[in-house]
């Protein structure tokens, strides 16, 4: 991309910084702080950290609250990787419950384990650090029969025993998740009788897209407002109150469009649990238009989370495309679908287009985003690789636009040399690359705010990143 006031721009960031001051905290940092995460200064610099970070946190409307996520093969990803890092923002305690009575199909290598994947390829037992599981923020997934041959696949502390058999007792809250997940669990017996037992107690019970197809089966929704995408809503009007809108609550059922509508899935589900719960988040950046900066192969979860929390909170989603120079899944340089580590692509197939914008880098112009996210895996490697990239980010730090890096993302700041002086969180991997560039790495760090750059440590700190990056754009 052509810049011709990159010089300018430079030379005025090493004589006087980058265009931007550090501002005093706005009012956000006293909702951040509701739910006992701890929110300190040190030399300068906004911090996420403390015993609560990444984990279960101890306050909220669903403090004290099981929460079970009930999947089958080919479930949205895109709601598992949402759900299992922000139910626990709320104090409540998330647990798949997967489908294993009736696995429709063995579409992708399933490594000898029963087990349903998510439309896009997410194992929920192989890839429990990505959500945050082992005690931080999901409890470790459970089936719906038994079987000897399930075994939990080498996780610390878990061993290799047999998968645990679910409770329909143990739960406070029951979601269903969509995609064609909401297929299998229809046309099974196992499942359908699960989800019986846990409605015949009264708990809310919520649907998401065809997640709602079970619930439409066992005379759930009769009579009772709900909403729907294309694959429920005609039933929808035969038997319930149809309604045109994201969200619809009746009793203690809750119904989402889709998978745009999961932030507020949760809330309406706090607002079950707490009926006096005040959302702050919804709008709170309207205006605002927050750039996810991408190559190629980054963490699922880094991008998918993040994205629908910020477009919950009202901030226009850009993607922003730049070369990968390598494409490892598939490796076809030519092709103009980009993929995550574990399969979800761009674009997104489970976002309505109109609902964000991708712009290729050659395009980008500074007005297009307040604030640019890089998430990581492999993806923060394939930027550093190319000069573009390099060259990009000067500009955006120079012009005073927020720089956000989550996980490996601190390498290709630290590669444009914008680290120097600044502190960052990061995985374990970046602390030489931001150290040799005149960084300081904090391991410990959840996240935090250093002027105009934010930082997240790992998948499980994508919360408390989100609300790093909600600071600093109402700064």
């Excluded at 991309?1 to 721009?9: C, E, H, Q, W, Y």
């Excluded at 739960?171 to 846990?198: E, M, N, R, T, W």
């Excluded at 679908?337 to 880098?361: H, L």
């Excluded at 980008?364 to 996210?373: I, N, Q, R, V």
Aim: charged letters at 20%.
């Amino acid at each position: 991309m052509k810049r011709f006031v990159t010089a300018m721009l430079i030379l005025g960031l090493v004589f006087f910084g980058p265009f931007v001051s550090r501002s005093a905290a706005s009012p956000f940092l006293e909702i951040a702080k509701q739910t006992g995460i701890d929110l300190v200064e040190e030399n300068g610099v906004t911090v996420w950290k403390g015993k609560y970070a990444g984990k279960i946190k101890p306050k909220g409307p669903l403090a004290g609250k099981k929460i079970g996520l009930l999947v089958a093969c080919e479930f949205s990803d895109w709601q598992a990787y949402y759900l299992s890092e922000f139910i626990g923002e709320f104090g409540g305690t998330p647990q798949f419950i997967m489908d294993n009575n009736h696995l429709w199909k063995n579409t992708r290598p399933m490594n000898g384990i029963r087990i349903p994947r998510g439309t896009w390829g997410l194992t929920l037992t192989e890839g429990m650090d990505g959500l945050g599981m082992n005690g931080n923020r999901v409890e470790y997934p459970v089936v719906l029969k038994e079987d000897p041959n399930l075994v939990a696949p080498g996780v610390p502390g878990k061993g290799t025993g047999s998968l645990k058999v679910a409770d329909p007792t143990a739960y406070d809250a029951l979601i269903i998740l969509g995609s064609h997940s909401g297929d299998i669990l229809v046309a099974d017996d196992v499942a359908l009788k699960f989800i019986k037992a846990v409605a015949d107690r009264g708990v809310p019970i919520a649907g998401i897209g065809a997640g709602i197809m079970p619930m439409i089966h066992l005379d759930l929704l009769n009579g009772k407002k709900a909403v729907g995408n294309r694959t429920v809503d005609y039933m929808l009007r035969k038997v319930a109150v149809y309604q045109a809108g994201s969200v619809a609550v009746d009793g203690n059922i809750i119904t989402g469009r889709d998978t745009y509508s999961t932030p507020a899935v949760l809330r309406a589900l706090c607002k079950l649990f707490a009926p006096n719960f005040v959302d702050h988040h919804k709008g709170i950046l309207k205006g605002k238009k927050v750039m996810a900066m991408t190559a190629e192969d980054w963490e699922d979860i880094e991008l998918c989370a993040p994205t629908l929390e910020l477009m919950y909170r009202g901030a226009e989603i850009i993607v922003g495309l730049f070369d990968p120079i390598q494409k490892a899944r598939p490796a076809m340089l030519d092709s103009e679908v980009r993929t995550g580590s574990f399969g979800t692509t761009i674009p997104f197939q489970e976002i309505p287009a109109s609902y964000y914008r991708i712009i290729k880098a050659e395009d980008l112009k500074m007005s297009d985003f307040d604030a640019l996210w890089i998430h990581g895996a492999m993806n923060p490697w394939r930027l550093t690789v190319g000069t573009e990239a390099q060259e990009f980010l000067k500009d955006a730090y120079a012009y005073g636009k927020i720089i956000a890096a989550i996980c490996h993302g601190p390498i290709p700041p630290a590669a444009a040399d914008l680290l120097q002086g600044k502190h960052t969180a990061g995985w374990l991997a970046v602390e030489d690359s931001v150290k040799l560039m005149g960084g300081t790495f904090h391991a410990d760090w959840a996240a935090a705010i250093d002027g105009n750059y934010v930082s997240g440590q790992i998948p499980m700190h994508v919360p408390e990143f989100v609300d790093a990056i909600t600071e600093a754009l109402l700064r």
